[in-house]
């Protein structure tokens, strides 16, 4: 038993530092390729930093277990790896910066500790859901989604990308916003866990167009490339998960990391090495920056300005404007930057709240934790396992609000069986859909 658990440990600090040697290469990668580009060059990337940072990193991860069972571990896991780790990296050696967020991380990891082997008796008991519920409720988004943008059948290709994004930006209002953001965060995964639970063919069809539709339209709409990434991700985590899930109840990311780690290697030395479509080298390349590079690099922005511009001891809410400042400052546009998860504490009231923030952090995993259990593992992924991506990119409060995790949350609530006034609130409709049940089983 001993030797399992230090085989264990090693695996750990074994894939943490291919991790991290990974992002470092493709960091200096970036920066290399955007030599003289305000905001993704750093002239300060090195392997001998690297050398001198790798210690810490590999401390902190020694409290870290990569064992899960739940998606609050995997969203927990990931804040390290995608944001502290790297943060830690470039923050080195502004220890003004380090020694507060080596106090956060240190809070966040005890809090968890504790809190987590309370709730450790959590079993994942999957319970049968009102998929009629689930397949109404999309159908009827779906058709206020295209009442409020319409249908496009194509994607204006006169103008950049970019220039379709300011304008879609420009001329949406609060309300019609939170439907489009609705559509991409909650939708789309919602569609996706009907096509692999759903006992009904005609119910797995329709989720399926309609999560299609949906991408589509929001891409035709919007040109954010982001939407473009959500099925692909979640169904590999879907099915990776299920595969290492099998006579398991836990399951340790080890292999998993240690995987990503090397193909990202891989992929970076691919690159420089042989001449490989450039379609597929964009698809790749803006995939790893955007899930991995400019969360950490924004959060060091965000701490950065404000360390600089207001000290660490104030107290004003400015992270309405704060991710339109660093874009400017650091990135020379007009676009938003936003701090992610933990910087926007800091952004918001100061070291007093990055010092307080992990209490409400670990409440919410807990929070998140009891509310999914009933639900196997990778179906928590396929609900919400983007909301990793919204997480380490956003605030936790616009992750709820805005990103709709807040409405996810309630949906699972709301389609468990055992909920009696949904059961009643449903009979009518089910008994009037009886026929279209009997005719369904053909399928």
Partial sequence: MQKHNINIVINRLVVTALYMFMWVLYFRYLSFRFQGIPGYYFEDVSFHKFSLVLPFILLISFFISLKVSNISDIIFISSFYVVYYPLIYISFPRIDILIPVFLNISITIFLWDIFKSVNSNLENRERKQNYLFLILFVIIFTFIFIGVFGFKTQINYVSSLYEIRSEFKESVDRVRSYIFILAEYSIIPLCLYLLFNTPK?????????????????????SALKSVLFIMPFLVLGYFLLKE??????????????????LLGILFIISINLFKIPEWFRYLIDHSLRRFLVSPPVNAYYHILYTVEQYGWFNIGNRSGIMGNIVSKVFYGTDGNAPAGLIADALS?????????????????????????????????????????????????LTAQITYGMFLMILIVLIIDKKIKPLKSLLKPIRYMSKDFDKYSTLF
């Fill in 201 to 221: 063919f005609i119910y797995k069809i329709l989720s399926f167009i309609i999560a299609s539709i949906l991408t589509i339209q929001i891409f035709f709409i």
């Fill in 348 to 396: 918001r009231y100061g070291i007093l709240f990055f010092i307080y923030f992990p209490l409400i952090y670990v409440l919410f995993l807990l929070f998140l934790r009891n509310i999914v259990r009933k639900l196997s593992l990778p179906n928590q992924f396929i609900l919400f396992g983007f909301y990793i991506y919204v997480l380490t990119n956003t605030s936790l």
């Fill in 244 to 261: 290492s899930m099998k006579n398991r109840k836990t399951i340790y990311l080890d292999r998993l990391i240690g995987a990503f780690s």
